[in-house]
């Protein structure tokens, strides 16, 4: 450890520059490096008893000085008049297991800086704790009881992030209610200029502002940094957002309010999420990175052998696109649950979850090894779901008359299959907890053992966002509640997650982006999946639902619809690019009937890994991605591009040398093109070693997937190289 009073990166004089021609007279200087030293951080205190704080990589500057604090209501600020107390420092070195994973071991490995700060004043604490890592650096506030600070309430809290130039951001507008919008890449100062054109409609949506961003941010300087911006440990706070002053580059945190306006309520002793910083010169090792897991607590649960990896298929696109619908009826413009006899009324013909068509995708998913089948619109109250401010809209255990629920669930258990349940709230979250013991229960009782949960539309109780305090502590109450039922939990639409799926294993998949379903309603850019891991699935898995093979839509015929904005093959890669221990094949199993040859490569691929390597990266452009799966010497392989054709250069070198492997490759056709040709694809089949390199041409938002499976005798007998 090394702790430096006076002086700033060979400065003599304990100064900070602010801006261009602005210095910061300072005491109370401290710095701290990470374990292999190419991490530097600097903290001090200005004259007026600021806290302040700067970041270097390899002796480049990533952060310019930069304000701590926060800003209390009807209280005195936590902001300035400190005196440095106390500097406690630590090392730790430690590996961990997670019970799911892209790898099976992880390294904690960071050095920490924490400093109690005195509010002279106010006879009051605050500790800042710094941990540096050799990716980068998290820190967080932390509040000690005393009798001047117990209750507060939380204004704003003022951390910045001062970037020292105009880079380059991959970013989506800032908003209380929804993270599903198409990333935009600009430079910083061009962010308020595309702000309006960003906004694209959602079922609920709160921007702040004309330079509002959201967190995880991805950034690219001009000399070849890239930064990534989040938040770690979010629990009992609001989620922050970033407020860019355009005119000195200067992000600052911005927080989710309640319906009142204001931003957390504290009780000490506590303290804030931690605030990340991940850097590197190299884009791979932002996607490698494993600080926001580490900054997490360790798993709460003794047991968690009933927590499995799981891939399903679902009755679920075909409503997604407008084919079929979740409603059972349409003769109903009202329903009060409990007084509608539905037995009485006429179906629509168009209600997808009916016992046939169950029977069907359990039968599929049977014959072809997948774990569970989900199934939405299966119980009461689709017909005014959306839209109403509607209190009691579901109870979450009453079925529609063609959806036998314990019919069903035993002929899944016959074919070794179970169902997956589906909880819409339509964002009545009051309603959702009321029934939340008994939904669960219900669950249990009749065989299932994941939800997917959801969100859609403005949160009652009226006036509160889908990411203030109060509702993401609805979250991981509903995470931990599941877990006395032994559940596993899918939330979708709920606040983007900050590694919590350490503590919480159950948590095994949010959405919280803008997933697959949006291919249905426009498509995505092309470039958005090269995007996501380094943003969204920078906090935990995401359900992307990936394995649309009828890219076209042509199921829909005559009725409106899209197109996928990708190539078959780069639906394949998917699968390894895109991490999540939960992965749904999510087309309608028709359309897999009709290209079984690359189905196979869904059907193969591991969703639980031993090891990943990140081969190829570059933010907006590419991705490729190796994974070993768990418990064997398989691997998995996926590259995808954006809308540029390129040639992946691929080195097999993390085989194990001196074995010989059969690696089968679905590649784009020729003259395959994402709008055009979408499903041309071709496969093809050889031996590879560690030794074999491969020159893979993708297509325009193309892609490729690579199975690589240990050869037999038998294999090696009628089998070329592959070249």
Avoid at 638 to 643: K, V
Wanted: aromatic share 12%; net charge negative.
């Amino acid at each position: 450890m090394k702790k430096m009073f006076l002086g700033l990166m060979g400065l003599l004089l304990a100064v900070f520059m602010v801006g261009c021609n602005k210095t910061q007279s300072l005491k109370d200087v401290e710095q701290m490096t990470s374990p292999n030293g190419e991490v530097k951080l600097m903290f001090a205190l200005t004259e007026k008893g600021e806290p302040m704080y700067e970041l270097f990589y390899k002796d480049k500057r990533v952060l310019n000085p930069s304000m701590l604090g926060i800003e209390l209501v009807d209280a005195p600020n936590l902001l300035s008049g400190f005196t440095l107390s106390k500097v406690d420092t630590c090392s730790v070195d430690e590996t961990w297991q997670p019970v799911w994973g892209e790898e099976k071991e992880i390294r904690n490995n960071y050095n920490e800086l924490a400093v109690t700060l005195n509010q002279v004043a106010e006879k009051r604490d605050m500790v800042i704790r710094f941990r540096v890592f050799d990716d980068g650096v998290g820190f967080r506030y932390e509040f000690p009881l005393s009798d001047s600070l117990n209750y507060f309430t939380i204004k704003e809290e003022r951390t910045q992030f001062a970037m020292t130039g105009d880079h380059k951001a991959f970013w989506i507008p800032g908003d209380y209610d929804t993270q599903e919008y198409d990333y935009v890449e600009s430079r910083l100062s061009e962010i308020r200029g595309l702000m309006d054109e960003a906004i694209t409609p959602n079922s609920s949506q709160t921007p702040f502002s004309d330079t509002g961003v959201q967190t995880s941010l991805q950034m690219k300087t001009d000399d070849g940094l890239y930064i990534n911006i989040h938040e770690a440990a979010l629990v009992d706070y609001p989620c922050m957002h970033l407020n860019l002053d355009d005119k000195n580059m200067v992000f600052e945190s911005w927080l989710t309010p309640d319906a009142l306006g204001h931003k957390g309520y504290m009780q000490a002793p506590a303290h804030t999420p931690w605030r990340t910083i991940i850097v590197s010169d190299d884009a791979r090792d932002i996607l490698a990175s494993r600080i926001t897991l580490n900054l997490n607590e360790p798993c709460a649960y003794e047991d968690t052998s009933w927590i499995k990896p799981v891939k399903y298929i679902g009755v679920w696109w075909e409503m997604i696109a407008g084919y079929s619908s979740w409603a059972y009826t349409d003769e109903l413009p009202s329903v009060k649950l409990g007084e509608v006899d539905y037995t009485q009324l006429t179906p629509n013909g168009k209600h997808a979850a009916n016992n046939e068509k169950v029977m069907r995708y359990i039968d599929f998913a049977a014959e072809h090894g997948f774990d569970q089948v989900l199934v939405e619109g299966w119980n009461e109250g689709w017909e005014d779901w959306f839209g109403k401010s509607k209190d009691y809209v579901f109870d979450f255990v009453t079925s529609y008359p063609d959806f036998d629920v314990k019919m069903l669930n035993d002929y899944a258990k016959s074919k070794g299959v179970k169902l997956m349940m589906h909880h819409e709230t339509s964002s009545s979250v009051r309603n959702y907890e009321r029934h939340m013991d008994k939904a669960y229960q219900f669950m249990v009782d009749n065989g299932y053992n994941a939800v997917k949960s959801g969100y859609v539309g403005d949160i009652i109780p009226r006036g509160e966002y889908h990411y203030g305090q109060w509702m993401n502590n609805h979250y991981l109450h509903a995470v931990k509640k599941a877990a006395d039922y032994k559940i596993s939990v899918n939330a979708h639409e709920a606040v983007r997650p900050t590694g919590l799926c350490r503590t919480y294993p159950n948590l095994i998949g949010n959405e919280s982006a803008r997933g697959t379903e949006y291919e249905a309603f426009g498509g995505n850019k092309p470039f958005h999946t090269t995007i996501l891991p380094f943003s969204r699935l920078i906090g935990g898995p995401m359900d992307y639902t990936p394995g649309i093979f009828d890219l076209k839509l042509d199921f829909m015929g005559d009725l409106p619809h899209s197109q996928v904005q990708t190539t078959l093959a780069k639906q394949l890669a998917l699968y390894v690019t895109m991490y999540s221990p939960l992965q749904m094949a999510a087309d309608r199993i028709e359309s897999y009937e009709n290209y079984m040859d690359a189905f196979q490569f869904i059907k193969d691929v591991a969703i639980d890994w031993d090891e990943t390597k990140y081969l190829e990266a570059e933010p907006g452009d590419y991705l490729t991605i190796a994974r070993k799966a768990k418990g064997s010497n398989n691997w998995f392989v996926g590259g995808i591009t954006d809308e540029n054709a390129r040639t992946a250069h691929l080195s097999l070198n993390f085989l194990q040398p001196g074995k010989e492997y059969v690696a089968t490759l679905y590649a784009d056709a020729k003259d395959a093109d994402y709008q055009t040709n979408p499903t041309a694809y071709q496969i093809k089949k050889g031996v590879v070693t560690s030794d074999s390199q491969l020159n893979i041409d993708l297509a325009r938002s193309g892609g490729f997937a690579l199975s690589i499976m240990e050869a037999t005798p038998e294999d090696l007998k009628d089998l070329k190289p592959l070249k």
